[in-house]
């Protein structure tokens, strides 16, 4: 059975770090890629960062450059996303989910409508 699961969210204060996990189970970890998306209240849920578990290739949103990282473990079958200078407005909750790397992409990398599994959320919390 194939499953996702997140950890790591939490409350935090403006301007602190998060680092969430994804642990997978189930698929070849190597022949997927990995994304984390968030979904705030009210808002549509929206990719943030992915990676190829084939050849480290990473991607980010354009509104998460340089404050978030994304890594992976091929040996514990888990991806992290590293979050520093957490602001307000990354509030949300944070899925992982996963895509087969042999599927050719309709959209983009980031597109929810191309990964096929989901892992439940976390929450993650930002105090002013």
């Known amino acids: 059975e194939v499953q996702l699961v997140e950890s790591g969210g939490g409350l935090v204060q403006a301007g602190g770090s998060l680092r969430l996990s994804c642990a997978a189970f189930?698929?070849?970890?190597?022949?997927?890629?990995i994304g984390w998306f968030r979904q705030a209240p009210g808002k549509e849920r929206e990719g943030v960062s992915c990676i190829s578990n084939s050849d480290g290739s990473t991607y980010y949103a354009d509104s998460v450059k340089g404050r978030f990282t994304i890594s992976s473990d091929n040996a514990k079958n888990t991806v992290y996303l590293q979050i520093n200078s957490l602001k307000p407005e990354d509030t949300a909750v944070y899925y992982c989910?996963?895509?087969?790397?042999?599927?050719?992409?309709?959209?983009?990398?980031?597109?929810?409508?191309?990964?096929?599994?989901w892992g439940q959320g976390t929450q993650v919390t930002v105090s002013s």
């Open positions: 189930g698929f070849t970890f190597d022949d997927y890629a």
């Open positions: 989910a996963a895509r087969p790397l042999d599927v050719i992409l309709t959209t983009s990398v980031l597109h929810r409508d191309e990964y096929d599994y």
